[in-house]
């Protein structure tokens, strides 16, 4: 339980910095994005579905995300990482730049796949870990009409395994209001 308390905190500060008041959906976002882990995974991409909740004072951000982390060793197979959960934000700027603080809780899978080689014989063993994982970050971007691009900085804590930080190139498309 210690692994959610400061992720439901995040999450509180979000909304309070919102100024939560009456919400009603005003459009959703699809936006996809692709790039580089600082640890052992390296290169991932993925996408993700949000609805825009305006409140007055700043707009919130919620729904789903998936990424897809995947790294090749030489000869001896492959690791990925697959997280997929939900994503909530506050855009904090929207004018001439576009700030937005996000986080995301959901399951990660960690998958390790090994390969031995011996004479005519190949082995292959898969070792699957499934856990838990929780994703701050901040967006940095440029509107452009019902388009938007940006940077995006993620730090990835995996409740089991190796928690890393990652970069990711995003570009997203506005529907509805």
Request: with cysteine; charged share 20%; proline share 3%.
């Amino acid at each position: 339980m210690g692994f959610f308390r400061p992720i439901g905190q995040a999450l509180c500060v979000l909304f309070v910095l919102a100024g939560a008041e009456s919400v009603r959906a005003q459009g959703a976002e699809f936006s996809f994005h692709g790039g580089q882990a600082l640890e052992e995974y390296q290169r991932g991409g993925g996408g993700s579905v949000v609805v825009n909740l305006p409140t007055g004072i700043r707009t919130v951000h919620a729904g789903a995300r998936a990424t897809y982390h995947l790294t090749t060793t030489e000869e001896d197979g492959e690791k990925s990482l697959l997280l997929y959960g939900v994503d909530v934000g506050v855009t904090l700027v929207s004018s001439p730049i576009l700030v937005r603080a996000m986080a995301g809780i959901g399951r990660a899978q960690d998958s390790e796949e090994t390969v031995i080689v011996e004479g005519d014989t190949r082995t292959v063993i898969t070792r699957t870990t499934n856990t838990y994982y929780a994703q701050p970050g901040v967006l940095i971007g440029v509107p452009i009409g019902i388009a938007f691009v940006g940077i995006e900085g993620r730090y990835i804590r995996l409740d089991k395994g190796m928690s890393t930080t990652a970069v990711y190139a995003m570009v997203g498309f506005k529907v509805g209001r």
